[in-house]
């Protein structure tokens, strides 16, 4: 029972079935935007370093998984990151594409 017990609180709180880290890990890399824009995580076990570049300059900011995204404050306003479709991004360069990252609407990411 105490095996089961831990594989359910494993599986709970984000961790991957192998126990070394958050579900977001699998994001880390770079995810492109239209015009040159562009999303960057890097870090590793639910602690980010998320870098965007929008049309002006890059900023980065530290994030954390919790659960199925990634949580980070931007300029004093929470905001997460999230997998969707191209689609959901309501982006319309990104539409049709189907392994991407939104952070609210209009601002979205995707890996081709």
Do not use: H, Q
Not at 44 to 53: F, L, P, Q, W
């Amino acid at each position: 029972m105490g095996r089961w017990l831990l594989a359910i609180l494993v599986t709970a709180s984000g961790c991957t079935a192998n126990g070394t880290g958050a579900a977001t890990d699998a994001w880390i890399g770079r995810w492109n935007g239209p015009e040159g824009t562009y999303l960057e995580i890097a870090g590793a076990a639910g602690a980010y370093e998320i870098t965007i570049k929008d049309l002006d300059a890059a900023r980065t900011f530290n994030g954390a998984a919790a659960g199925n995204r990634i949580e980070f404050r931007r300029d004093g306003t929470a905001e997460s990151i999230r997998a969707t479709t191209g689609d959901e991004t309501g982006m319309k360069w990104l539409a049709g594409k189907t392994n991407c990252l939104t952070i609210k609407a209009g601002e979205g990411y995707c890996r081709d």
